[in-house]
């Protein structure tokens, strides 16, 4: 046995001779982590995008290989969260690249016990049909008075925490254009 080579292979002999002496790094790794190469240095294009898990919009850097997402990372550039991500961030390509995850408009109709599946153009119509149809019915021209309301009292708006600053904007311009007066989001609840 080469015990030169024994003793250079224990972390604490290089921490205590070489230049990492608090051990945090190369003298921390061993042979086959510094043999290996990280997905993100054989991708072929990086995406830039926002966490879609909550408000505090972390951004993230989207690592694409052969038209596949093969990792996401926290993006340094972000002032917001400086390349950092939670666990759940972290855990975003689950969330992309999972066999769970749903891509076709799935609908079950009242009083049916199974789900069926809907192209999205017809989804979005039946959507469209919905929010005409309850906008009309709540419709309050004038109150007992006389007074001018012009507002609806059929549709309103509960945003979850995964709404960011854009899309609440977006959320509460849309539907106060619709005459909806009750728009919320769960973070003020
Ligand atoms: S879930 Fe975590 S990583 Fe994602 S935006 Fe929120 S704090 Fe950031």
Request: charged share 25%; aromatic share 6%; hydrophobic share 35%.
């Amino acid at each position: 046995m080469d015990i030169g080579k024994w003793i250079r292979s224990w972390p604490v002999y290089r921490q205590v001779t070489g230049p990492d002496a608090l051990g945090r790094g190369k003298a921390a790794q061993s042979a086959r982590s510094a043999g290996l190469t990280p997905r993100t240095a054989s991708a072929d294009s990086v995406a830039h995008s926002v966490c879609p898990f909550c408000a505090v919009g972390c951004a993230q850097k989207v690592y694409v290989r052969d038209g596949k997402v093969v990792q996401i990372e926290g993006n340094p550039d972000s002032p917001i969260s400086r390349g950092r991500l939670c666990p759940k961030g972290s855990a975003s390509k689950q969330l992309v690249t999972g066999p769970q995850r749903q891509t076709k408009v799935r609908y079950r109709a009242p009083y049916a016990t199974e789900w069926q599946e809907l192209d999205l153009d017809t989804a979005m119509d039946m959507v469209a049909d919905r929010v005409l149809d309850a906008r009309r019915r709540g419709w309050q021209e004038r109150d007992g008075d006389g007074n001018r309301l012009r507002r609806t009292m059929g549709i309103a708006s509960l945003g979850g925490a995964t709404l960011d600053n854009e899309e609440n904007y977006l959320i509460k311009k849309l539907f106060t254009a619709m005459g909806a007066v009750q728009i919320e989001n769960q973070a003020r609840i």
